[in-house]
């Protein structure tokens, strides 16, 4: 059965930093793109960052650029979100996520995790 286990979400303070990390197993980790996402309190679901399959390609959604890096190890079927220069904007619930490229390209969700809680405060 296919499993997505984020950990790594916490209190930290404005300007903090924090590192996100999502395991998986039950799938071929390495042929999946992998993206994280975060929905705050009364607002959507939005797309944060993704990351190609074999690592080689990232996207940042423009609100996290130059702030967040993920990245991969497909021999320990881990992504990692580390997110520096923390606003008080990203306060939400982060969730992994396996899937693919769309023709349209957007991401195919195949897999949702549970989501981790980051909350940052001043």
Request: proline letters at 1%; hydrophobic letters at 35%.
């Amino acid at each position: 059965q296919v499993q997505l286990v984020e950990s790594g979400g916490g209190l930290v303070q404005d300007g903090g930093s924090l590192r996100l990390s999502c395991v998986a197993s039950g799938l071929t980790f390495r042929t999946y793109t992998m993206g994280w996402f975060r929905q705050a309190p009364g607002k959507e679901r939005e797309f944060v960052a993704r990351i190609s399959a074999a690592g080689s390609s990232t996207y940042n959604a423009d609100s996290v650029k130059g702030r967040f890096t993920i990245s991969r190890d497909n021999a320990f079927k881990t992504v990692i979100l580390q997110m520096n220069s923390l606003k008080r904007e990203d306060t939400a619930v982060y969730y992994c996520a396996a899937g693919g490229i769309r023709y349209d390209g957007k991401l195919r969700i195949d897999y949702w995790g549970q989501g981790t809680q980051v909350t940052v405060s001043s």
